[in-house]
C-alpha cells in the first residue's frame, strides 16, 4: 500500500492493511496482544481492577460450537434489561464491522478506520507483528471502552488458553460443547481439545459448562479444580415460549447463557430473558430465509450433526435439496455423513473462497458413501439455488460460516466480504 505512515487511512486501506496482516498466518500467544493492550491504555482490562474506566463485566465465552449463539443470547438478554453492552464475536459473514458491537449496533466505518489507524502506526516496527485476530481483539477493546459500556462478551476465535480474547480478566468463563475442529491448532484427541478450550478457566473465576464428552469433562472439571474456579455444568434447558433461534441445542445455550450470567451477578428479569431470546439475532444459524429455504453454518462435524437434528425436529421425515460448499481443512466425510440421512440431492456450487473444498471432491466423498448420493457441480451459487428451486424440496444451504455470509451476501445484493479469514 502507498500510504505514509503517519497517514490515517480511508476505510478500504484500514480493511485492506488488516487483511493484508493474513500473511502472519495464526500465532497463538498472549505476549502481543497483552502488549498492544497496554500501549492502548487498556491494561486495566488485564486485571481485577478492569471496571476503572472500561467496564464492569467480561463474560468469556469458548467452546467448538455454539459460542456465537450463546453470546448473541447474552448480549441481547442483558440489553432488554437496559445493560449497555459490547459484544466481539468471529468470522463475520457478511461485513467485517458485524465482528464489533456496541448496543446492538455494528461498529461503524469511522471507528473502524480511526482505530486501525492508531494501531497501524503503533505495530509498524514491531517483531513480531500482531497478526489478524491480534490487531482485531484490539481493535474491539479500544471501541469498547471508548463507548462507555457495563459489559464485554468476549468470543475466543481459536481454542481459549492462547487466543487472543484470554489476556482479559473476566468475570465468568463459557464452554460450549466441545468437539473435533481445528486438529492441526488444537489437537487431535477430544482431551487435547479440552485442554485448550479449558485454558480460559482463570484463577478463582467461576465455570460454566455445557454437559460434555466424558474425556472432556474430565479435563475441564482438572483445570477448575487446579486454579480453585467454582464449577457448574448446565444440563438443562430453557424452554422460552418463544425463542428466536430454532432447535433443541438452543434450548441448551439459552440455559447456559442464563447461568452465566447469574454466575456473573448480572441482573437480568424474567422478562428481559424472555424478550431477550425473542429478540436475538444471529444470522445463518438455521436461519429462515423464505418458506422453504434455511441457511446454516454448520462448519464441522459436531454441528453439522446438530444442524442434522434441527431439521428432523422441524421438517419431520421430509428430506432436502442440499447446497453444500466445504472448506478444505474439514472432515469432509464425517460431514458428508451427518448429512446424509436427512439429504434427498446435493448441489456443490464453485465458491470465492480459496479454502474451499473443491467440488468434485466433495463430489467423489458422496458417491463413496453406502448408499451414495445423488449430486450436481453448478458453476455458481445462483445456478445452485435456481436447480434448488426447481425441485419440490425445501432446501438447506450449509457447510460454511464463510459460504453462509457469500450465500446471504449474493440473496442481498450486497458485496460480499472483502476478504475472508482463518478466525
Not at 457478511?94 to 465482528?99: G, K, L, Y
Not at 479500544?142 to 468470543?155: M, P, Q, Y
Not at 445463518?284 to 453454518?297: K, L, S, V, Y
Amino acid at each position: 500500500m502507498n500510504v505514509a505512515p503517519l497517514s490515517r487511512l480511508n476505510y478500504k486501506q484500514a480493511l485492506a492493511w488488516l487483511y493484508s496482516l493474513q500473511r502472519f498466518g495464526i500465532k497463538l500467544g498472549l505476549e502481543n496482544i497483552r502488549r498492544l493492550l497496554d500501549e492502548l491504555g487498556l491494561e486495566n482490562l488485564r486485571s481485577a481492577r478492569r471496571h476503572q474506566n472500561i467496564c464492569s463485566k467480561v463474560i468469556h465465552v469458548a467452546g467448538t460450537n455454539g459460542k456465537g449463539s450463546v453470546c448473541a443470547m447474552i448480549d441481547s438478554i442483558c440489553r432488554a434489561n437496559g445493560h449497555r453492552t459490547g459484544l466481539f464475536t468471529s468470522p463475520h459473514l457478511v461485513t467485517f464491522r458485524e465482528r464489533i458491537r456496541v448496543n446492538g449496533k455494528m461498529i461503524s466505518e469511522d471507528a473502524v478506520t480511526g482505530g486501525l489507524t492508531t494501531i497501524r502506526n503503533l505495530v509498524a516496527d514491531w517483531d513480531p507483528h500482531p497478526t489478524f485476530f491480534e490487531v482485531t481483539t484490539a481493535l474491539a477493546l479500544k471501541h469498547f471502552a471508548e463507548s462507555k459500556i457495563d459489559l464485554v462478551i468476549l468470543e475466543t476465535g481459536l481454542g481459549g488458553r492462547l487466543d487472543a480474547t484470554n489476556a482479559v480478566q473476566s468475570n465468568v468463563s463459557i464452554i460450549t460443547p466441545i468437539d473435533f475442529d481445528h486438529e492441526e491448532w488444537l489437537g487431535n484427541t477430544l482431551a487435547e481439545i479440552a485442554g485448550e478450550k479449558a485454558g480460559i478457566i482463570k484463577p478463582g473465576v467461576p465455570v460454566v459448562s455445557a454437559p460434555q464428552p466424558p474425556e472432556a469433562e474430565k479435563v475441564i472439571r482438572s483445570r477448575a479444580a487446579e486454579f480453585s474456579a467454582p464449577l457448574q455444568f448446565v444440563n438443562e434447558c430453557y424452554n422460552p415460549s418463544q425463542g428466536a433461534l430454532r432447535g433443541q441445542h438452543q434450548k441448551q445455550n439459552a440455559a447456559l447463557a442464563i447461568a452465566a450470567m447469574h454466575t456473573a451477578k448480572i441482573h437480568i428479569s424474567e422478562r428481559a430473558i424472555v424478550n431477550g431470546l425473542a429478540a436475538t439475532e444471529w444470522p445463518a444459524r438455521f436461519q429462515n430465509w423464505d418458506e422453504r429455504t434455511i441457511i446454516d453454518g454448520a462448519h464441522n462435524a459436531g454441528a453439522a450433526r446438530v444442524l442434522a437434528q434441527t431439521w428432523r425436529e422441524v421438517f419431520d421425515d421430509q428430506k432436502a435439496t442440499l447446497v453444500l460448499a466445504v472448506l478444505s481443512d474439514k472432515d469432509l466425510r464425517r460431514i458428508c455423513a451427518a448429512f446424509a440421512p436427512i439429504a434427498e440431492s446435493v448441489l456443490l456450487p464453485k465458491i470465492r473462497s480459496e479454502r474451499a473444498a473443491a467440488p468434485e471432491a466433495l463430489g467423489k466423498v458422496l458417491s463413496g458413501m453406502t448408499p451414495a448420493l445423488p449430486y450436481s457441480i453448478t458453476s455458481s451459487i445462483d445456478d445452485a439455488l435456481a436447480l434448488a428451486r426447481a425441485q419440490p424440496n425445501p432446501i438447506l444451504i450449509t457447510g460454511s460460516l464463510h459460504f453462509a455470509g457469500e450465500v446471504l451476501a449474493h440473496l442481498r445484493g450486497e458485496p460480499a466480504a472483502f476478504e475472508e479469514c482463518a478466525q
